[in-house]
């Protein structure tokens, strides 16, 4: 049976750290199946040790650089391939599963269908037999650097749900995880679409500015619980926040109807969302130098290489904040340059202090160290018509939202400063007019 190691104990690891190896069960190589020792996994390069471990925030962030596999299970649980398993599929090209649908995934699980894919690996929804529920399993690829990230994930879903008893903070739970054919595999709690699929399946129309107010108190708050383990996400997007459940209803858009066509638009009948993927989170206790964030949503720091904190979460929430209300990615842009362009355009010229501290081959991106050189020989014409597109922050909102249009405006150009310690914290952003006004 498959090997169930959510429930396994953490305790203070003073081995050395050494490779991770594939776990034993149903693997196809007997070598595997002879060796019942347990697995070594440290994640000490990504989590430094603290400092102090005195406080919940060092501590949790300890509780992540002390773990190891061989920690999370007894080698009495390491079983060998049952007889009643599914027929062996190799993965593709890219180490993705592959699998039927109506396989068995364990003798527990039953694959129903496939909910998503990205570089991670597939989601799968999947009816769990002895739970009696349906349930999505996060089905990772065999590349060892994959691997890694989902035992990190594990191991930060673990601290989040420690903390969270309830389920109260707007965290995804995770249920169990176990290896499976050489593919890690984390069992959620089944939830509903993202808000990305939600606006998408909606031909991106937005969603009302009540609807944004509660979506974004909900993730400051879950933002908020992170933050206050010293933990920052990195990669907050629309497509990271799902809905609890997926109903809905259709309503009459009144802004796109007309005396001569009526439309209709589908709105949440709960406004209940949850945050998920914590692949790539890390701990907040001191500045980073390295690329974090989907494109779209990356803070101004992280581009200049001025050195992150947990401020760019905030500056992520923002650029979300604005696609609910206007149905659009505010920074459509896959390169650096365009996508400074970009922020000046909707949000003004970067300051000077904030050029002065950038590195490497952001500093090549201002002329004297003091003006953003834009457009320059390389830019396309395309690239001009897309950045004179946009509209200043206010104008773009007001262009969207109706009621509470300045307060929201206010809120979010407090979100996107450009300077990260300008930034209101989660907590302080949850006090502002525009998510009280609504209450």
């Known amino acids: 049976m498959a090997t169930d190691l959510i429930s396994a104990s953490h305790s203070s690891a003073t081995a050395p750290a050494s490779k991770r190896r594939r776990l034993g069960w149903d693997d196809p190589s007997p070598a595997a199946h002879s060796d019942a020792a347990c697995l070594h996994f440290h994640i000490s390069t ?75 690996g597939k989601v799968l929804e999947c009816w769990d037999r002895d739970a009696k529920e349906l349930v999505a399993i996060k089905v990772i690829r065999s590349a060892e650097k994959y691997r890694e990230a989902a035992m990190i994930e594990v191991d930060v879903l673990r601290i989040l749900g420690k903390h969270d008893r309830s389920g109260s903070r707007g965290c995804v739970q995770i249920r169990r995880w176990f290896d499976y054919r050489n593919h890690i595999c984390i069992v959620f709690e089944k939830l509903g679409p993202s808000l990305f699929d939600f606006l998408r399946t909606n031909d991106y129309r937005p969603f009302s500015v009540e609807l944004v107010r509660d979506f974004g108190r909900q ?78 949503y990356r803070a101004p720091e992280v581009i200049l290489g001025c050195g992150w904190s947990s401020p760019c979460d905030i500056w992520s929430m923002g650029c979300i904040l604005v696609e609910l209300c206007s149905g659009e990615v505010l920074f459509q842009t896959h390169e650096n340059l365009e996508h400074l362009a970009m922020m000046e355009r909707v949000l003004g010229l970067i300051p000077p202090h904030l050029i002065k501290r950038s590195t490497g081959k952001a500093q090549d991106y201002f002329r004297h160290g003091k003006k953003l050189i834009w457009p320059d020989r390389s830019t396309s014409g395309e690239s001009i018509r897309a950045v004179h597109r946009l509209p200043r922050l206010r104008d773009l909102v007001m262009e969207h939202t109706d009621k509470y249009a300045s307060s929201l405006v206010d809120l979010l150009e407090h979100m996107l400063k450009y300077d990260p310690y300008e930034r209101p914290t989660a907590m302080k952003a949850l006090e502002h007019p525009f998510f009280q006004s609504l209450s």
């Open 219 to 296: 993730l400051l708050e879950s933002v908020a619980y992170m933050h206050s383990l010293s933990l920052i996400h990195t990669d907050l997007k629309p497509e990271n926040v799902l809905l609890v459940s997926p109903e809905y209803t259709k309503v009459v858009d009144r802004k796109n109807t007309t005396k001569h066509s009526l439309l209709m638009k589908r709105v949440p009948k709960s406004s209940r969302v949850k945050l998920i993927d914590f692949g790539s989170t890390t701990n907040d206790r001191e500045c980073s130098f390295s690329v974090v964030s989907t494109r779209h």
């Open 46 to 120: 990504v989590f430094p040790a603290p400092s102090s471990p005195q406080t919940i925030q060092t501590s949790c962030v300890g509780a992540l650089q002390n773990v190891t596999c061989s920690q999370k299970m007894a080698a009495h649980q390491l079983a060998f391939r049952r007889k009643d398993s599914p027929p062996w599929l190799e993965d593709d090209k890219d180490g993705h599963y592959s699998f039927n649908l109506g396989d068995d995934l364990t003798s527990r699980y039953k694959i129903l269908q496939k909910m998503g894919e990205g570089t991670f």
